[in-house]
């Protein structure tokens, strides 16, 4: 990456506009922790989110049911 | 304690600096020659060597030569008052060097993280979004977005996805083209409005 043109805040801004709601968002974050976890935080360490946050969305989307 | 005598060169070699140094410390007075010989040589008895230790170690720890000067003269209070200043210094400096030192990894981190190693490819991508809930209309809505809020981060994250370089360049035009909004709403300009836009039903082209 070569820039950092936009973090967490703009990637969730990105989602809600193209219709993903907070459940959607949720169960996306299941969906990406429980079949590629170490992708997952790769992706959240791009997003610059920090250590401490990821660690907190990614046992949060661990305990995320996936069709609440 | 006053028995050994050295010569400025002999006392300089014994703690590691130089002769100019000694010279320098004898003209702005912090560190006068305990004697003159009968040729007006400079000589430093035991004292003095144990005085010049003194400085060494107070400039080992960034202090300067006011503060030396005030140190030597200097009694019990004083001298911790001194110190303690100067280790507050240290540790601001301290701080200052960590939180450079976060910055440039986390810099180093959003750099090369996905290019280093690469974080999904483009099959899984898209089944972690369908499974969110994401059509073929909402990702392709996704694409649009990204391709007017940040063109060069579109293009690296799909560098990331491992897509070759020809459907990277097709899949950027396509985002630039038919922009699904202006199909949907073609009274609405291509703005950013994020909550006008969530506001319609997300779920009326699935």
Known sequence: MTKQPFGKDAWVEMFRVVGLDEAMMGRWHHEFETRWPAEHEKFLAWLGVPETDIGRIRSSARGTAPHP | ?206
Do not use: C
Not at chain 2, 80 to 109: F, M, P
Not at chain 2, 189 to 203: D, I, K, N, Y
């Open chain 2, 1 to 206: 304690m006053t028995t050994a005598l050295y010569t400025v060169g002999v006392l300089a070699r014994s703690v590691g600096l130089t002769r100019s140094t000694l010279l320098y410390y004898d003209r702005i007075g912090l560190l006068p020659p305990s004697h003159r010989s009968a040729t007006r040589y400079r000589l430093y008895g035991e004292d003095a060597r144990v005085r010049l230790e003194t400085i060494r170690t107070y400039r080992g720890v960034g202090l300067g030569i006011t503060e030396i000067r005030a140190l030597l003269g200097a009694h019990g209070g004083r001298t911790a008052t001194i110190l303690s200043a100067r280790l507050d210094g240290l540790n601001h400096e301290i701080a200052r060097l960590r939180e450079q030192q976060r910055i440039i990894v986390q810099l180093l981190k959003n750099r090369t993280v996905l290019k280093r190693a690469r974080a999904l490819d483009k099959r899984k991508w898209v089944q972690i979004l369908s499974a969110a809930g994401l059509d073929e209309e909402a990702m392709h809505r996704w694409h649009v977005e990204f391709e007017a809020l940040a063109p060069e981060s579109h293009q690296d994250f799909l560098e990331s996805l491992g897509i070759p370089a020809s459907e990277i360049a097709t899949i950027r035009v396509w985002s630039r083209a038919h922009p699904s909004s202006q199909a949907t709403e073609p009274s609405s300009p291509r703005r950013r409005r994020p909550t006008a836009r969530s506001s319609r039903p997300a779920g009326g082209t699935r």
